[in-house]
């Protein structure tokens, strides 16, 4: 919540990183020693969908497939490498990306088209991709009461041995 919510009177709530186990009814009340007033009731429910990408060493890139709903222009998308560790690999937000926010390990190499995600297409377009790209990547849509979650996992793979038959 923000620390400044009794002057603004908002009272949202972020829930950073959300799991599956924080689905369910959250309810805002606000309180004095006297009295409880019920202010609103939020129903969240996380959905965490996998997909595995393959990249061949020396491929220009690798896409990092993300679908929804089309999206709203005060949502957020935000993608991460949750393993083998956290990173923000890339910040979409108010129709443009935000690259002061991402890992300097991605910056001039992550896009996402934005006629594409109007239409609920959220790919992440990996430029150059590495053997320490591969992870667990998590893609985050914000909108109003949802948290949408998608997993992507990338897997690179080294150039392959010829073999003389």
């Known amino acids: 919540m923000k620390s400044d ?3 603004s009177l908002d009272f949202s709530l972020t829930l950073r990183k959300p799991h599956l186990s924080d689905s369910g009814t959250y309810t805002c009340i606000l309180s004095d020693d006297r009295e409880e007033i019920r202010v609103t009731d939020v129903h969240l429910q996380v959905e965490v969908q996998q997909v595995e990408v393959t990249v061949q060493e020396g491929e220009e890139s690798a896409i990092l497939p993300c679908e929804t709903a089309d999206i709203e222009d005060d949502d957020t998308v935000e993608w ?4 083998p560790d956290f990173k923000i690999v890339h910040v979409y937000q108010n129709g443009s990306n935000k690259a002061k926010e991402q890992d300097k390990s991605y910056c001039e190499r ?3 088209n934005k006629e594409q995600v109007k239409g609920g297409d959220l790919s992440l377009t990996l430029r150059d991709p590495r053997e320490k790209d591969s992870g667990v990547y998590i893609c985050t849509t914000y909108r109003k009461n949802d948290i949408v979650r998608q997993k992507v996992i990338l897997h690179f793979v080294k150039g392959q041995w010829s073999r003389f038959t």
């Open 110 to 112: 992550t896009r996402m």
């Open 5 to 7: 919510a009794l002057d």
């Open 80 to 83: 991460t490498r949750s393993e």
